[in-house]
């Protein structure tokens, strides 16, 4: 059974760091391309950025690619967000998540397959 | 960034109706657009993807159609799990994008 735990989330304050982790389970890591995904309180949902199964290459959304990095350790299994000099508007609910894709021949489908529980940021003074 | 506008925001339905939400993109997204569904613990699940193919395990009441800017997804006979938040989201390109979502509720 494929498993997504994360944890590290709490209350930080503005501009502080903080580094959330998602250990994962029931599937060959390495394997898998992941990604982090936020909800605000508000429900709305942000893709916050993707890392390649052996780490090499990262994409963010350009709004937090100053602020944010993601990277994985495969003998752990584990995947990280790293967040420096946080904001309020960073207050949200946060989401590892598995990519998977279906191939058509021409163009690789990508989605996200499973979903952690999310952990809690709130950012506050 | 392409925007993701989906309608309703809000759906108050019964069980057994047929309901559709709307998902409409900024501009044409070639079909590439998944369905997610959240459940009131915070429970997300892979419904869609492609427009069209259902996820392993989804029952076959759900279903996925569209082009160009406007997409939607299909209840044919509301089953009280499904009660839940719904969200479509683009792989067009980058930033990957998310509509607002929709709530169905139970009327």
Redo the contacts between chains.
Sequence with gaps: EVQLVESGGGLVQPGASLKLSCVASGFTFSDYWMTWVRQTPG?????IGDIKYDGSYT?Y??SLKNRFTISRDNAKSTLYLQMSNVRSEDTA?H?CTRGDY?Y?GTYY???????G??VMVTVSS | DIQMTQTPSSMPASLGERVTISCRASQGISN?L?W?QQKPD?????LI??TS?L?SGVPSRFSGSGSGTVYSLTISSLEPEDFA?Y?C?Q?DS?????G??TKLELK
């Design positions: 429900k709305t949902m942000e893709w994409n959304a350009p609910t989401y279906y058509d489908h990508n989605y996200f397959d499973y979903w529980q999310g | 590439y998944n997610y915070g429970t997300i699940k892979s993807y492609y193919n996820q938040m969200y989201q792989y980058s930033p990957r994008t998310f607002g979502g």
